[in-house]
């Protein structure tokens, strides 16, 4: 029987990474619900151990089930039918599954009938379940909106729709607008406090909402009567036995098609506020994006992984000039390069994984009681590292599954084009990773931040001070002559003190910085397990020297002057 | 209402993964050499216990299953899926067995179970392909049987109602309880393991096995006692030696021969009907077709 998790050797080795040790501890809070629940871990080993139990369902439901209503979901997508969303059949099949393995609430404490998982484990089964069908994936990550329901709800929240998710309820963040998309400050939702029946009545309309049909919404709209920006949004819940919300119409996209993205209504539609009024879009929306980045991280991981199989098999298959294609160094290289890409995408996803596990464990664990010294540096270390690495990741690994199945429909050539082969699907479910929870230009954004303050060059000291084998000796020089270089270029960037010229030339900064932060990861798992990683972390380190130098060259040339030649011009 | 539910499975050779010195000289089966698995019909068997307990709430659910010690795994599968309790039959006494011996054994187990409502098995096992054992334990039990089960439809009033999956359709029969069902390969597939089931039982063993195993979770056993597996020997179940295993078992397999089907000659029809007429014609001559 296929297995997901089995099959890929990759996923066992991030879930076995030395910081797990710590990340396990904390989470169960030196497993205390032993005594309480009988599906509690006793120890570390005994939690690592149900961790790859676990895994191996998601693996075995990924492969068998999800995968192969994959073609028919893509074909049929879903429909609104008076004002409520009909899945493809596929779709309602592997929520059920899903459901009946007792898979969903995943990362939600066992007193509400969750597993108490880390967020690594989460992330790894969000990858599988991408490389199933990405569209499924999100119907199965934004279970995710539930930690901030946790995060930030009340007691009567949590005991209210936790334990309803961990029954399989689905979710859905509903934030986009018509004219709020990439600037949600816009958001127009009218939230109305109704004193009668002492509840918030929400009015107005949502566009592109994932899974729009959900039971259980998380949404965002504008509380505060006459403001304009963010600060008078705030969140709320709203629950779908209550009534007030219709979709009415599903889009009908280029991939994805198992996700139904749709357009709702709010008609009056009772609802409860989430935590505090005015936080809205400034405190939880953020928190909500973060958790959102990471999971599009994995779609996109999950979906490289799907692009490198299909190119493999393909290419082996497929003989011309008496040979098989695989044979050639044309498609060989395109092979090492999309592995490469894969092995450097999920790398920095399991790595951000652990930074978001270990500062949200310490933040769950300081409202418990106070944190020692230790904690609290532990905290500010990883919450800084998680906010660095969640664009940085998920800019690289989205704009990567679009390279990498690009490329694998170029290895099928003409066959690739029809649609007889997964690949061309592949291609249209990885369009729209670099654009959601914030587009590629978005994440530069936010991650500039951190090139200019040095966050990633301080996160690959730690990784440097690591002993190499002798082997990977000149792989670890080249990237720090790469460093060297990648200091240059910001400082020269950075002291035009030109603010447009910076946003300019931020794309090649920041890529830079994802060649070098993965570089040294992938360098790292080489260094730990050759025969698995030896060969991306080669190509990779080659193929990030040959990109930096590329964009050395254009900005050490480049005059800010002709800027102006970029600018579109109104008169021309 | 709530039901007695027994589901009989067997631990079987992984026949789809068949090695070069995968049978005897005796022709027999070399188990030891094949990947063990769950016999897939006794998976849809399994499903359809736990659709019954779901819509009979208060229903329990016990997996008999008899083999060597290492099918305590078909037990703890069985638990995490959602079975209520197992027990393993194993016994030297019990090797060799055919079905009738292996039908005996399991009938005695099953007596000294006692209540039942619905013995569930599957169809036949992948091993032997014989499609006895079902039967033969009705018989022993002296109750009723349906075989071919792909679904049940309801069971009310002490009276089941079950379509039967025939080679030309489908028969929609009704009886009383208590009976024995097997269940056909195109029934409802059975649903994964539990990740909450697979925490709580993955540490599940039985005797045997805590004795060669690690002793690291000894005191576990003591804390949560569901863990322990049961075992049933021959004296267990007051079975008759003489007949279970070899000697309680008269099929000898005489020689396995691989036959495969080849071309000896080939003619040409058109598609008249005075040519259709006489292939068939011809056909029913040779008794190619009856």
Redesign the interface.
């Known amino acids: 029987m296929a297995n997901f998790f089995l099959d890929n050797a990759s996923l066992k080795y991030h879930l076995r990474h030395n910081l797990m040790k710590r990340i396990v501890e904390l989470k169960e809070r030196s497993f205390i619900d032993k005594n309480r629940f009988d599906y509690a871990p006793v120890d570390f080993e005994d939690a690592m151990d149900s961790y790859e139990m676990v895994m191996e369902i998601v693996g075995d439901i990924m492969a068998n089930v999800v995968a192969t209503n994959a073609a028919d979901v893509d074909r049929l997508g879903s429909r609104v039918d008076n004002g409520r969303v009909q899945y493809a059949s596929g779709t309602s099949r592997n929520l059920q599954i899903v459901t009946k393995a007792g898979l969903m609430g995943l990362s939600m404490p066992r007193r509400f009938g969750g597993l108490n998982f880390p967020m690594v484990t989460f992330i790894m089964a969000s990858d599988m379940a991408a490389r199933a069908d990405a569209g499924f994936c999100n119907l199965w990550a934004l279970q995710d909106c539930i930690i901030t329901l946790y995060e930030f709800g009340n007691e009567q929240q949590h005991n209210q729709f936790i334990p309803r998710v961990c029954c399989g309820e689905t979710l859905s963040m509903d934030l986009t607008e018509p004219d709020a998309g990439s600037d949600l400050q816009a958001v127009m939702l009218k939230a109305v406090y109704d004193e009668k029946e002492n509840c918030w009545r929400l009015n107005g309309v949502k566009r592109f909402i994932t899974n729009g049909d959900a039971d259980i919404h998380l949404v965002l709209a504008r509380s505060e009567k006459d403001t304009k920006d963010g600060r008078g949004l705030s969140m709320f819940i709203y629950d779908k036995r209550d009534g007030g919300v219709d979709v009415r119409r599903v889009e009908d996209k280029m991939g994805i098609k198992g996700s139904p993205t749709c357009e709702l209504i709010y008609n009056n539609a009772k609802a409860q506020l989430c935590g505090e009024r005015k936080y809205g879009l400034i405190k939880y929306v953020m928190s909500l994006m973060n958790g959102a980045r990471l999971g599009i991280m994995a779609q996109a991981t999950g979906i490289s992984e799907a692009a490198y199989r299909e190119a493999v098999i393909y290419a082996k298959e497929r003989k011309q000039f008496g040979k098989t294609i695989i044979e050639f160094p044309a498609v060989y290289e395109m092979i090492a390069n999309i592995k490469a890409k894969l092995d450097a995408s999920r790398s920095i996803l399991y790595e951000t994984a652990r930074f978001v596990d270990m500062y949200k464990i310490l933040e769950e664990i300081a409202k418990e009681r106070m944190l020692n010294d230790t904690e609290k540096l532990e905290l500010k270390k990883y919450k800084k590292l998680a906010d660095a690495f969640t664009p940085l990741g998920k800019a690289m690994n989205t704009e990567y599954a679009n390279q990498n199945t690009y490329d694998c429909i170029q290895i099928h050539g003409g066959s690739g084009f029809m649609r007889d082969y997964v690949c061309e699907r592949l291609y249209r479910d990885a369009r729209i990773t670099n654009i959601y929870e914030g587009t590629t230009q978005l994440q530069i954004v936010a991650a500039i931040r951190h090139v200019l303050t040095n966050t990633y060059l301080n996160a690959v000291k730690e990784y440097q001070e690591i002993p190499l084998i002798s082997k990977l000796d000149n792989f670890g020089q080249k990237l720090l002559r790469l460093v060297e270089i990648y200091k240059q270029l910001v400082e020269k960037v950075a002291s035009t003190r030109n603010t447009e010229y910076i946003d300019f030339q931020s794309r090649r900064l920041v890529e830079c910085a994802w060649y070098i932060v993965s570089g040294y990861l992938l360098l790292i798992d080489a260094n730990k397990n050759f025969n698995e990683f030896g060969c991306s972390a080669v190509v990779y380190i080659n193929y990030g020297e040959s990109e930096v130098k590329k964009i050395q060259n254009l900005i050490d040339t480049f005059n800010i002057e002709n800027l102006k030649f970029y600018k579109f011009n109104c008169d021309n | 209402m709530s039901l007695q539910i027994i589901v009989l499975a067997k631990q079987v050779p992984d026949t789809r993964n068949v090695g070069g010195n995968a049978i005897n000289k005796d022709g027999t089966v070399n188990r030891s050499v094949l990947p063990v698995i769950f016999n897939p019909e006794d998976l849809n068997a399994l499903e359809l216990a736990f659709s019954l307990k779901e819509q009979y709430s208060g229903s329990v659910i016990t997996l008999l299953t008899m083999g060597p010690p290492r099918a305590a795994e078909i037990i703890r599968e069985g638990l995490f899926r959602g079975i209520d309790m197992g027990y393993l039959l194993t016994d030297r006494v019990f090797a060799g067995s055919d079905t009738l011996a292996t039908s005996y054994i399991l009938y005695m187990a099953i007596k000294k179970i006692g209540v039942f409502d619905i013995i569930i098995s599957g169809r036949q096992a992948i091993d032997g392909d014989t499609a006895q054992v079902g039967p033969q334990v009705a018989e022993k039990l002296k109750i009723p049987q349906i075989t071919y089960v792909e679904k049940i439809q309801s069971i009310k009033n002490s009276k089941i109602v079950a379509e039967r999956r025939l080679e030309r359709g489908v028969e929609i029969v009704e009886c009383e309880l208590p009976i024995l069902v097997t269940v056909n390969a195109s029934a409802s597939e059975c649903?994964?393991?539990?990740?909450?089931?697979?925490?709580?039982y993955?540490h599940a063993k039985t005797l045997f096995e805590k004795k060669i195993g690690s002793e690291i979770?000894t005191d576990?056993y003591n804390i949560?006692p569901y863990l322990n597996l049961v075992e049933w020997n021959a004296t267990d179940i007051k079975a008759d030696n003489k007949q279970c295993g070899f000697s309680g078992s008269p099929t000898k397999v005489k020689k396995i021969e691989n036959v495969v089907f080849k071309v000896k000659d080939s003619r040409r029809f058109n598609s008249s009907d005075s040519q259709i007429e006489e292939f068939i014609l011809e056909l029913i001559k040779n008794h190619a077709i009856v």
């Open positions: 649903r994964p393991r539990n990740a909450r089931l697979v925490q709580k993955k979770y576990l949560r």
